[in-house]
């Protein structure tokens, strides 16, 4: 393929590429796109004359990249999220008026403790502002750096892989003790509460949202060379308070965890019978949107949202 140049290139082309690729059907991309599907495939052919390859193929799951076409959507989708960044850049940012969409990736846990905050200060403060909350996953640091995802929230389940990219940013936005629940009237607590002994006799309900089967009190057990029971394990937060209020098993978890699931379930709070690790879980963004008015609100605002639950240690 020969050398082009801007002055060349038509950029409907790449956007027509970019939502084969996503949607891997000619058809979805056409919708998404609102045009025709014959359009979507006349752009398509333009393109593979271009390159002098297929770029997508198909089988009997859709249309399939080739190597040349998974090798060009990274920095693709980089350069129209910061096309379109620049066509919609606002001199300055006021909420009140705005109706951006802010996204942000995490676990459960923030839709029942920050994020209500957050909603009712929203409601207030910035009507118009939508927000997106999807799931923990892979691609989380490409899709920062795309734009395509403005924040993460979490804590261990990401650390190790976010952590490894030196064009993202972090504050910590949660430092919390962890708790242990059980139900109400719990007849091997009701002598002499929660000691170790006891703690080791029970089943416990372990929260594992990387679906393992061991955790942090795991760990901190095999150093005092000790073992629990793992009576069950559930991928949300928000499960453990519902599994312990039926049943004899304990949960460890998180202080608003714990609070939460007191407030709207029969079971009581204990304080844990060995020292714990404090849960500590980050904010996560691209250096490129650290400047960025909206993007500056975005995060103070869900820091701000989650204040509670640092007990008064300060974001960095």
Same mark, same amino acid.
């Given at each position: ?6 002055? *060349? ?7 027509? =590429? ?13 919708? !998404? ?18 390159? !002098? ?12 990249p080739t190597p040349l076409a998974i090798e060009l959507i990274a920095p693709l989708r980089l350069g129209l999220?910061?096309? #379109? ?11 009140? /008026? ?12 923030? #839709? ?23 799931? =923990? ?19 261990? #389940?990401?650390?190790q892989i976010l952590a490894l990219d030196r064009g993202l940013m972090r504050s910590l936005i949660c430092s #919390? ?18 000691? %170790? *002994?006891?703690?080791? /006799? ?51 978890? @998180?202080? &608003?965890? &714990? ?14 019978? %060995? ?8 904010? +996560? $963004? ?9 993007? !500056? $609100? +975005? ?8 204040? @509670? ?8």
């Amino acid at each position: 393929m020969k050398r082009m140049h801007l002055t *060349e290139a038509n950029l409907k082309l790449f956007l027509v =590429l970019d939502a084969v690729m996503a949607e891997r059907s000619v058809t979805r991309a056409a919708a !998404r796109l609102g045009v025709t599907q014959p359009a979507v495939s006349h752009a398509l052919n333009r393109l593979r004359a271009l390159y !002098r390859d297929e770029l997508l193929v198909r089988d009997r799951y859709g249309m399939v990249p080739t190597p040349l076409a998974i090798e060009l959507i990274a920095p693709l989708r980089l350069g129209l999220a910061e096309l #379109e960044r620049v066509l919609n850049r606002d001199v300055g940012f006021e909420p009140t /008026s705005s109706t951006r969409v802010f996204s942000l990736a995490t676990v459960d846990h923030p #839709e029942v403790t920050g994020l209500p905050v957050l909603l009712a200060r929203l409601r207030k403060e910035a009507p118009g502002i939508d927000i997106r909350v999807r799931p =923990l996953g892979p691609g989380l640091a490409e899709a920062l750096a795309a734009g395509q995802l403005d924040t993460v929230l979490a804590g261990g #389940e990401v650390e190790q892989i976010l952590a490894l990219d030196r064009g993202l940013m972090r504050s910590l936005i949660c430092s #919390e003790p962890f708790l242990c629940i059980a139900r109400k009237g719990h007849p091997a607590l009701a002598k002499k509460g929660l000691d %170790l *002994e006891t703690y080791l /006799s029970l089943p416990h309900v372990l929260v594992s949202t990387a679906g393992r089967d061991s955790g942090m009190v795991d760990a901190v057990l095999a150093k005092r060379r000790r073992q629990r029971r793992v009576g069950a394990t559930v991928a949300h937060f928000v499960g453990a308070p519902h599994m312990v209020a039926a049943s004899d098993m304990i949960a460890t978890v @998180p202080r &608003a965890i &714990a609070e939460y699931g007191a407030r709207i379930l029969p079971i009581e709070i204990h304080t844990p019978p %060995l020292h714990l690790p404090r849960g500590d879980a980050y904010l +996560w $963004w691209h250096q490129r949107f650290h400047n960025d008015p909206g993007h !500056r $609100w +975005w995060r103070k605002a869900l820091l701000d949202a989650f204040a @509670p639950n640092r007990d008064g240690r300060a974001a960095r």
